[in-house]
């Protein structure tokens, strides 16, 4: 069973410019989460998907933060435009269901200059 | 809002000694899940605890859920280098399935 996939797995950008990441979560697994993580710290949820459903985005700075799920399988997570401080680890994660242990993807390392 | 927090923050250890982290919650936790993320790799699942006073174990680790719900532990007897990486605990908030992962214990091993 392939795991979950990410893409890029690293990303160097400067400031003020766009950049997305894409996931695709184990097949068959309903919920599909995204996680930012700093150096030396837990994942912090940043949305949280039921199928198509955005049902936690509580922690997603929405002014600049953006996601999707449209056909409730592969995720796109965008920001625009990008700030020193969003330098950190983007985890993708799945589960059957939420209850359920998530597998986590290898993340995307994303740097802004 | 809710806290998981995780001590010790460090822990290093000689090969073959035992290692134990423990993970304290502000609320009461519906379930309480371990993960594992070697440097530079992702967190992988351990298990999951779900019961009052449950433990479960896995080869050389042990793994507790308080009677109250809102602690839990992971021990880890005679440690191997392989046991190397940061281990975060997750606990799930009643009545919606979201996860809080704690802010995890580096454990490291010299030979």
């Known amino acids: 069973e392939a795991g979950v996939v990410q893409s890029p797995r690293y990303k160097i950008i400067e400031k003020k410019q766009p950049v997305a990441f894409w996931c695709n979560p184990i097949s068959g697994h309903n919920t599909l989460y995204w996680y930012l993580q700093n150096l030396g710290q837990g994942p912090e949820l940043l949305i949280r998907y039921e199928n198509e459903e955005a049902v936690d985005d509580s922690q997603l700075p929405k002014d600049r933060f953006s996601a999707e799920r449209l056909k409730g399988v592969d995720s796109t997570l965008k920001i625009q435009p990008a700030e020193l401080g969003d330098s950190a680890v983007y985890l993708c994660?799945?589960?059957?269901?939420?209850?359920?242990?998530?597998?986590f993807g290898p993340g995307t390392r994303l740097t802004v200059t | 809002g809710q806290q998981v927090m995780q001590i010790p923050q460090y822990q290093h250890v000689q090969e073959g000694e035992d290692f134990t982290t423990y993970c304290n919650s502000s609320t009461t936790l519906s379930n309480i899940q371990w993960y594992k993320q070697r440097p530079g790799g992702h967190p992988v699942f351990l298990i999951q605890l779900v019961k009052s006073g449950e433990v479960k174990k896995q080869k050389r680790l042990t793994f507790q859920f308080g009677e109250a719900k809102k602690n839990s532990s992971l021990h880890i007897t005679a440690t191997q280098t392989t046991d190397v990486g940061t281990y975060f605990c997750?606990?799930?908030?009643?009545?919606?399935?979201?996860?809080?992962f704690g802010t995890g214990t580096r454990l490291q091993v010299f030979p």
């Open positions: 997750a606990g799930g908030l009643h009545n919606t399935d979201k996860l809080i």
């Open positions: 994660a799945s589960s059957k269901e939420g209850y359920y242990e998530q597998y």
